[in-house]
């Protein structure tokens, strides 16, 4: 069988992204705030609900700026979930700040907001959530939580394009939040990402942070950084949101499919997405429990056999590298639910264009657990 991804990048008819190509060569403006940036800057504010959007050229240059436009103190704590990427604590240390890792919810496998007040030092300046697969955090509480202790609040929202809680946006919870338009992303801009906020008056702020501080030709205000987006990923951004909604379509019928299927069987379970809140439909993960028969690992290793490439996000888990091992993270939390959880997902492919025979395949994999080797997929 041809090999099958977790994901296909989502691509536009690439007649309309040459169409672009050629408006590009005819201004002779590749970067820097062209006219597809603020077009694409303009369109996402109603694409994500949001009052203001600022482009970025990736997710973790958009987080990494999000934190310093905070103004954090230096050494401060940033009470976080491992449970992610490895770009999200990164971002903090890149911030002369320690990540403080947090446990998580088993269900939506995001921080736990019921565990955050324990770790709460003098030193903590911010929390940083992660709306991992999609899931939301508990924001409400998370709020609660952060103005009374006068915490920074920043949300990673790389897997949660287009998410609404109660019909509001997901970006605008907290004082800032980060998308990214990386090639994996449901909507991606090949490499990319945005910053989203309330708060007008961090426009100008994270204007220059992004572009090296320069406000002017003779002003530098800020010590920025290099975030921008150029105007071949605004293009690609621009018909990728003409596209991304048919994509999420297909990806509720096969997350229908698969749910169907395997909610039936021993040892599967499926995280629940709570009342009222959208679906981006970036990842499909399942939690392989004790009494499945055979473990994650072994069922990773049976579906590579088979060339269906699964993905075990997320182990290890940020508390496990070897970069966090010394004492640039605090280490004060029991994980009990991360330790536990990141042996047991499993993230199932999860394309527009996964044809129903592979499918049927994966499903007919998990039910025979015992893997006779006798399917057949065409
Ligand atoms: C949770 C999370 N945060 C941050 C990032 C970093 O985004 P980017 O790849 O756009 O830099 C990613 C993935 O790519 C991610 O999955």
């Known amino acids: 069988m041809d090999r099958i991804f977790v994901t296909q990048p989502l691509l536009p008819d690439i007649k309309d992204f040459v169409a672009h190509v050629e408006d590009i060569w005819h201004s002779k403006w590749l970067t820097n705030m062209g006219t597809k940036h603020n077009e694409l800057e303009t369109k996402l504010k109603n694409v994500l609900k949001v009052p203001n959007v600022s482009l970025f050229n990736n997710g973790t240059i958009a987080l990494l ?4 436009a905070m103004d954090l103190p230096y050494g401060s704590e940033v009470i976080t979930t491992p449970f992610t990427f490895a770009a999200t604590p990164h971002c903090i240390v890149w911030n002369n700040c320690k ?6 919810e088993p269900n939506t496998m995001t921080i736990d907001a019921d565990r955050i007040e324990d770790l709460i030092t003098p030193n903590t300046s911010a929390i940083l959530g992660v709306h991992v697969y999609g899931f939301p955090c508990n924001v409400e509480k998370i709020d609660k939580i952060a103005k009374k202790y006068n915490l920074k609040v920043i ?3 790389a897997h949660a394009f287009s998410t609404e809680i109660n019909g509001k946006g997901i970006g605008t919870f907290g004082d800032i939040t980060m998308f990214s338009f990386h090639a994996t992303k449901l909507f991606n801009t090949i490499e990319g990402g ?3 906020y ?3 008056s961090l426009k100008r702020k994270i204007y220059n942070l992004r572009n090296f501080g320069i406000q002017s030709e003779e002003i530098v205000e800020d ?19 003409k596209i991304y909604k048919e994509e999420q379509e297909k990806r509720a019928k096969i997350k229908a499919f698969y749910d169907e299927h395997l909610s039936k069987i021993k040892g599967i379970r499926i995280p629940k997405m709570p009342d009222g809140i959208t679906n981006s439909y970036q990842y499909y993960p399942i939690i392989i429990e004790d009494d499945y028969p055979i473990t994650r690992d072994e069922l990773y290793d049976r579906f590579k056999e088979q060339n269906i490439l699964t993905r075990k996000y997320f182990y290890p888990a940020c508390n496990d590298y070897d970069c966090y091992k010394n004492d640039l993270a605090v280490k004060l939390a029991d994980l009990s639910v991360v330790n536990d959880l990141k042996h047991k997902v499993l993230c199932l492919p999860f394309y527009g264009n996964l044809n129903f ?22």
């Open 357 to 378: 025979n592979k499918m049927d395949f994966i499903c007919n994999m998990l039910s025979n657990c015992h893997f006779t080797g006798d399917l057949k997929c065409q």
């Open 194 to 196: 945005c910053l989203t």
């Open 65 to 68: 700026t999000a934190l310093k």
């Open 155 to 157: 949300y990673d929202a």
């Open 198 to 200: 309330n708060d007008e």
């Open 99 to 104: 990540p403080v890792f947090c446990d998580i």
């Open 223 to 241: 010590v920025g950084i290099n975030g921008k987006m150029n105007e071949f990923q605004a293009a690609m951004g621009l018909e990728n949101l």
